[in-house]
Antibody
Framework: QVHLVQSGSELKKPGASVKVSCKAS????????MNWVRQAPGQGLEWMGW????????TYAQGFTGRFVFSLDTSVSTAYLQISSLKAEDTAVYYC????????????????WGQGAMVTVSS | EIVLTQSPATLSLSPGERATLSCRASQSDSNYLAWYQQKPGQAPRLLIY???NRATGIPDRFSGSGSGTDFTLTISSLEPEDFAFYYC???????????FGQGTKLEIK
């Protein structure tokens, strides 16, 4: 079975950094790009961008440049999201997500999601 | 950048009733339109992709329709487990990026 398992909740102070992991299993990690999605408390979903798991090339959505970095460790089938200079407004659940593939075809929607990693920024 | 506007913000219905949720795009770009269901404390669940195709394992009471700028998710007869938040998402052709709508809360009347 295919799974994405994320790291646990984090409590950080403003100005600190955090690194969230997303470990894939059950499929060839480098075949499919990994997306990141943010959900602030009580709010909707925001697409943060994606990383090409074959080349390591990241693409960031507007509003997620500068302090946000996507990276990989393909040896352990894991994608990472690092956020630096944390602010209170970074408090959110961060999801990794993979595109939907079935019957040998892939589609522009996400069907495989991690369980989410809650990052709380508070002094 | 495309903006997706979902309506209504909240929909109050009873089990057995028909639900119609709307998603309107600020411009016509692609029909790569997906619908997700999300319950509190859970990751989103893909229901519909490419505007009208049900994802694997999704009951046939869920259906999607539309093209261009207007898309609809219909739940033909609400089950108790269908009361949740629903989000639409579009993948634009250029620039290649994803956008989510702000969501519709489907609550029990």
């Amino acid at each position: 079975q295919v799974h994405l398992v994320q790291s646990g909740s984090e409590l950080k102070k403003p100005g600190a950094s955090v690194k969230v992991s997303c470990k894939a299993s059950g499929y060839t990690f480098t075949t499919y790009a990994m997306n990141w999605v943010r959900q602030a408390p009580g709010q909707g979903l925001e697409w943060m961008g994606w990383i090409n798991t074959n080349t390591g090339n990241p693409t960031y959505a507007q509003g997620f440049t500068g302090r946000f970095v996507f990276s990989l460790d393909t040896s352990v089938s894991t994608a990472y999201l690092q956020i630096s200079s944390l602010k209170a407004e970074d408090t959110a659940v961060y999801y990794c997500a993979r595109i939907y593939c079935t019957g040998g075809n892939c589609y522009k929607a996400f069907d495989l999601w991690g369980q989410g990693a809650m990052v709380t920024v508070s002094s | 950048e495309i903006v997706l506007t979902q309506s209504p913000a909240t929909l109050s219905l009873s089990p057995g009733e028909r639900a119609t949720l709307s998603c309107r795009a600020s411009q016509s770009d692609s029909n790569y339109l997906a619908w997700y269901q999300q319950k509190p404390g859970q990751a989103p669940r893909l229901l519909i992709y490419d505007a009208s195709n049900r994802a694997t394992g999704i009951p046939d009471r869920f259906s999607g329709s539309g093209s261009g700028t207007d898309f609809t998710l219909t739940i033909s007869s609400l089950e108790p487990e269908d009361f949740a938040f629903y989000y639409c998402q579009q993948r634009s052709n250029w620039p290649p990026m994803y956008t989510f709508g702000q969501g519709t809360k489907l609550e029990i009347k």
